[in-house]
């Protein structure tokens, strides 16, 4: 038989929002860090379906045991969902998840049995009752919350709630597990395939950083600017890199291009980041993401980097620092010529207690 529905479904998206919606219609949950997936179930066949539409399985076999265990021999169900890494006492691994998207087929199994994945379910798209995507999103849950009867352990159900000041607690409290945020959806909705029409909610701060180098745009090498790369001083006084900005408009990367030249004269000379062309290939293994280094989820895609005398300083905002990097691409606020590179340290940031994951499932 065919799966309830046919894959591939662009999964529905959510749009950023300043705060959390409150009112009557509104459902509540955790905003998950992992890789968002879709499942689709039909009796002995699983397939995993990413984001962007590409199939997972390769990369997770761990969990098309748990999610086969699910309703018995012969279920039939799509789930829209998240796949996450946990520790037990740091929360959330995304660093884990990136590892896992590698050509090596034998070194994935090994990753999953010293990482398995989860599964995060927080939708229901068709169950045995069929295709489920017109219903509003209060019925989806409530179908959602009976199959969840026969999760195995590696399959959860998210936490929801009607409650504004609950999710607003989630919001505070569980970043330090992790968490990305909050996502609000309207009880009504139906599924909208590929449309932002969830609410997400992030946690927004600013830090100053140095700017140590950038990267072309890739649809005008030597003539437009992708995005600056940012550095941060250790207690070590080693300039670790932290991630990217690339929130500009066109005529600003036309700009960017002589803005930098001057940086970029004796650049590479006495560098801090010389030697990661060397240390690349030692430094993916270990989950470092280097400036030169190759996306694990794109192969091939030009990473390569055009060095700056760290000289610079921008003030940019994130919204989640995950270890010692920000968890993405961070948003282009202003340069600060009156600040020091050498200010440019971790301790500006401010420190998120740790949370224990198991408290928000309340085990």
């Not at 597990?177 to 969830?198: C, E, S």
Request: aromatic residues 10%; hydrophobic residues 40%.
């Amino acid at each position: 038989m065919p799966f309830p529905i046919e894959p591939p479904v662009a999964p529905m998206l959510a749009k950023p929002t300043a705060a959390i919606p409150e009112g009557d219609g509104w459902i509540y949950e955790p905003k998950w860090d992992g890789f968002r997936a879709i499942a689709f179930r039909d009796g002995g066949e699983v397939y995993l379906q990413s984001r962007d539409l590409k199939p997972l399985n390769r990369y997770f076999p761990e969990l098309e045991e748990p999610l086969l265990a699910i309703g018995g021999p012969e279920a039939r169900f799509v789930l829209d969902g998240e796949i996450v890494i946990a520790r037990p006492e740091t929360g959330l691994d995304f660093d884990s998840l990136l590892l896992r998207i590698h050509p090596a087929e034998s070194r994935v199994r090994m990753l999953a049995e010293e990482s398995p994945a989860s599964f995060v379910a927080f939708d229901c798209l068709a169950d045995e009752e069929g295709d489920a995507m017109s219903l509003p999103f209060a019925e989806r849950r409530l179908r959602l919350e009976r199959l969840a009867t026969t999760f195995p352990e590696t399959v959860r159900l998210t936490p929801s709630t009607t409650d504004a000041a609950v999710a607003r607690n989630w919001f505070e409290v569980f970043e330090g597990a992790g968490l990305d945020g909050v996502i609000a959806k309207g009880a009504q909705d139906p599924y909208a395939p590929g449309k932002r029409t969830m609410a997400k909610i992030k946690h927004v701060r600013t830090a100053d950083c140095v700017v140590a180098g950038f990267r072309w745009h890739k649809n005008g090498p030597g003539t437009l600017v992708g995005s600056l790369m940012l550095g941060l001083y250790n207690d070590a006084g080693d300039l670790q890199s932290v991630g990217v900005t690339s929130s500009f408009t066109m005529a600003k990367r036309a700009e960017l291009v002589d803005f930098l030249e001057p940086y970029r004269r004796g650049g590479m000379e006495s560098h801090p980041w010389w030697d990661w062309a060397l240390a690349e290939a030692s430094a993916i293994e270990q989950g470092r993401r280097l400036p030169g280094a190759q996306s694990r989820w794109n192969r091939g895609k030009d990473l390569s980097w055009e060095p700056l005398r760290p000289e610079l300083v921008v003030e940019v905002a994130f919204d989640h620092l995950q270890r010692d990097r920000f968890r993405h691409a961070t948003t282009f606020r202003r340069w600060r010529p009156d600040r020091s590179p050498a200010d440019c340290r971790y301790d500006q940031l401010e420190e998120t207690p740790p949370a224990l994951l198991a408290d928000l499932f309340g085990t």
